[in-house]
């Protein structure tokens, strides 16, 4: 065999150092891809739990304006104790808002936002919690407009992605900012004044 034809065909194959470098670029990009992959899935699952608490939050705040058509002081009269929830302005905590089946409300929601209800077996993903005030002068104290609250509302789920239980005290929330994402909304809700035109 010639000197040509013996370069030639040590020429045509790759040798163990080759194919050792090749497959070590070729797991770099791997892991690379992997971790993108990894970041770009809790990148997701954190926008679809603020985009369900966000929808959860806005429901909330609608319910709490038709609660408000309860709350109308005929005759000068406070009634705001005939609604649902408004009548939990004082103290002004959070707490869970009542579960009402006949008005179609619940405090806790599965993961696409649907309220679950008592006797049902579907796990909490979300949870409600709403805060009410009155709008009160600072310096004195006194209410500056009573046919007006104030309402916060805060919907909360675990960042771990495990079930959440809505009995758990807002206190725990506020201490372990780390363990619970939350998305507040605060809206004004206004007394019925129907009534007060006639």
């Known amino acids: ?28 990009g791997a892991t690379g891809v992997l971790a993108l992959q ?19 939050a806005m429901t909330w705040a609608e319910r709490l304006r038709v609660d408000a058509l ?7 009269q406070p009634d705001i104790d005939d609604t649902a929830w408004l009548r939990l302005t004082t103290p002004p905590a959070r707490v869970t808002p009542t579960e009402i089946t006949a008005l179609g409300a619940a405090p806790s929601a599965d993961v696409i936002g649907a309220d679950i209800y008592a006797g049902d077996t579907s796990q909490s993903a979300f949870c409600t919690q709403v805060r009410f005030r009155q709008f009160t002068d600072r310096a004195t104290g006194a209410t500056i407009w009573p046919s007006l609250i104030r309402a916060e509302i805060r919907v909360i789920w675990e960042r771990s992605g495990d079930p959440i239980s809505c009995g758990i005290d807002p206190i725990t929330v506020d201490e372990h900012p780390e363990r619970f994402g939350a998305v507040y909304l605060t809206t004004g809700v206004l007394r019925n004044t129907s009534e007060d035109r006639q």
Do not use: C
């Open 1 to 28: 065999m010639s000197a040509a034809r013996a370069r030639g065909a040590a020429s045509g194959g790759y040798t163990l150092i080759e194919v050792m470098a090749a497959l070590g670029v070729l797991a770099i």
């Open 38 to 56: 990894k970041a770009t899935l809790i990148s997701n699952t954190n926008a679809r739990n603020i985009a369900v608490a966000n929808n959860i």
């Open 70 to 76: 309860q709350w109308n002081d005929p005759m000068q």
